[in-house]
């Protein structure tokens, strides 16, 4: 019969005690040099621009979505503002405002100078690019076209001109937030830094 060779340890076998050099030896950090990632500025570009659609592609089937439910819901009392529908309508054109404005500070993150400080001005000082932009473009002008859009007949004609006015406020908040990208990503504006 063949014996088999196994490790077996014995109580001689003990590991060192000292944990630490036994000679005083000079310990030098590593030198190491930062990390960058250098995105090409026209994939990063791209990369954003693909978010910002999305996000408004949704935005504008979902508003779409809520305002035909809402001129159903309601049906001829279209535009009475009394009624608990138009009342939901308007929170939900807030809520859905607010969410756009979250994914857009998500591309806005990933786009350099979007979040520098916003030299002091007429927009205000201090606060960040993407906080300037935002509370102008979406959270002001996109938010009170919207709540002051809102059909005041169940018309199929009147309904169109709504969703239509709806639509087009909708694509000047795209085209803004998407010449603010190429402006960032251009390095077009300084971004709160003097010219050197």
Known sequence: MRRRFRFRPAVADRLEARTAPSGFAHIRPVAVHPVTFRVARAGLQAQVVTQ??????????????????YVAAVGAGVGNTATPQYNAFLAYIDQRVRLLGEQLVAAFGSVPGGLNYVPSGPFGGGSLVVQSF????????????????IPGSNDPQTVTLYTLNATTAINTARDATLNGIQFLTNHTFHNGHKPH
């Open 52 to 69: 910002v659609n999305q996000a408004f592609d949704s935005f504008t089937e979902d508003y779409l979505r809520a305002q035909a439910t």
């Open 134 to 149: 935002l509370n102008r473009q979406i959270n002001g002008a996109l938010r009170t076209a919207l709540r002051g859009n």
